[in-house]
């Protein structure tokens, strides 16, 4: 190759250009891109070491072969139109692909040269691989694809605007927002502010070209038919590589339907507040005329007992003065009547008494506590037979009673009635059986009093 390039040069430089030469030939050779000295014909004369082994050959083995070897779309033809159209401009770049010795091929670049020498054409190419960069060509391609799908898919309106406020990007969900297509808007300031709203919105717009971020401004914007819109307003600069501002990107989340329903909401509440208010009201009119009602069924109840124990004192005093005065005189049957009489008012006079005790225990207030119903029952039950005639045998059997949460005096009455009751109505028994027993059922107890008695 040297002796195509050395020409006749004067004696006395011919040292120093020898030299610099050498130094472009081994520039050549050791370049990182495939150079290539093709002929008119397509054979190739030279080519450096980059360009052979990226095609898995050795330099020697390269020269002499055709440039159709290693570039499969070429053939006589189109490598003659190719050069004629190139030689007309002196030089030409193309795209291509070239196949390795394995038959593998990857996409190249070429930028030929071509001149004249000696009357014969030859052309100098540069190839180099472009495989990465049309890979990340693709690569990028891909990902604007990918992005302008999650744009117009995302269920959100996303706007971009450029300097001036002129609209670059409208997606899918701000057509169905907004009402108008991007055809519409695009290159056009936002429709969706009104002309009273323009000042405020180029001082936001000023202020995030300045760097500013914003998040979930609430704005009531308009749409394409005139109605008005709540929205939450995210926007941000959107920024190059070397950090300059060239636009803004904005999200718009429509939230009327969320705005009427807190509305909507809030006016239940205030709605459900009075009523509470007006129920309070009412059940305090309520309890103090209960409280006015009781205080007249208490007044009541002690008139009532004053005057229904008057006479029981009578009757009682005369059945005293007649059995103290006459007992002797009277017949054995007219002393059975003023016994029985004496009984029916002894009768007479506890039932005053558990009328009024029942009148207070209606009116008192529930006393909630921890009550232990065996301790509770055993009072109970030695009460009632410290009161008995002990002319008989009572037989207890009580089982082991849990303890209970409630109001321990009305408790009490529960027992006393229940055990009474056994008491009374086993009277004519020599021996007496009583039985108290309880069981779990779902969340409660169940206490039973069972006895041999009548009934």
């Not at 002929?39 to 002499?64: M, Q, W």
């Not at 693709?138 to 302008?148: K, S, T």
């Not at 005096?409 to 028994?429: P, R, Y």
């Amino acid at each position: 190759m040297g002796d195509r390039f050395r020409f006749a040069f004067d004696s006395t430089d011919r040292k120093r250009d020898e030299r610099a030469l050498d130094i472009m030939l081994y520039g050549i050779e050791h370049a990182h891109l495939g150079i290539f000295q093709i002929a008119e014909d397509a054979t190739i004369l030279y080519v450096n070491r980059y360009g052979a082994t990226s095609l898995g050959y050795a330099p020697e083995e390269l020269t002499g072969m055709s440039l159709f070897d290693i570039d499969p779309s070429f053939d006589d033809a189109s490598f003659a139109a190719d050069r004629k159209a190139a030689r007309a401009q002196g030089a030409s770049i193309i795209t291509t692909t070239y196949r390795r010795r394995d038959g593998s091929t990857f996409p190249v670049e070429v930028t030929a040269h071509y001149f004249q020498f000696d009357g014969m054409s030859y052309s100098y190419s540069f190839v180099k691989d472009i495989g990465d960069r049309l890979e990340a060509e693709r690569a990028l391609r891909e990902n604007e694809a990918l992005q302008r799908a999650l744009i117009d898919a995302a269920p959100v309106a996303i706007v971009s605007l450029d300097r001036e406020g002129r609209v670059i990007k409208w997606n899918g969900a701000a057509e169905r927002i907004f009402g108008w297509t991007e055809e519409e808007v695009r290159g056009h300031l936002l429709p969706i502010v009104t002309p009273e709203q323009r000042e405020e919105f180029t001082a936001l717009r000023e202020r995030i070209w300045s760097g500013e971020r914003f998040s979930n401004l609430e704005l009531q914007l308009v749409r394409k038919d005139g109605s008005p819109i709540i929205v939450h307003l995210s926007t941000a600069p959107v920024r190059a590589e070397d950090g300059t501002i060239r636009g803004i990107i904005s999200v718009l989340d429509d939230i009327t339907d969320a705005k009427r329903n807190e509305m909507e909401i809030t006016r239940l509440n205030a709605e459900l507040e009075q009523r509470v208010r007006d129920r309070t009201a009412e059940l305090e009119h309520s309890n103090r005329e209960l409280e006015h009602s009781n205080e007249e069924l208490e007044a009541f109840s002690n008139s009532v007992s004053h005057d229904l124990r008057a006479p029981l004192r009578h009757i009682n005093g005369y059945i005293d003065l007649l059995q103290q005065r006459f007992a002797a005189e009277l017949p054995k049957q007219a002393q059975h009547y003023l016994d029985t009489v004496a009984e029916a008012t002894r009768e007479m006079g506890a039932l005053i008494d558990d009328l009024l005790q029942f009148s207070r225990t209606s009116r008192k207030k529930l006393q909630r506590e921890r009550v232990d119903m065996d301790a509770l029952v055993a009072e109970v039950r030695a009460d009632l037979m410290e009161a008995e005639d002990v002319g008989r045998e009572i037989r207890w059997q009580v089982d082991s009673l849990p303890v209970v949460e409630g109001d321990r005096s009305l408790l009490a009455l529960v027992w006393i009635n229940l055990l009474a009751n056994a008491l009374k109505f086993t009277g004519k028994n020599e021996v007496t059986h009583i039985t108290v027993t309880c069981r779990q059922e779902a969340r409660a107890h169940v206490f039973t009093v069972t006895d041999d008695g009548v009934g």
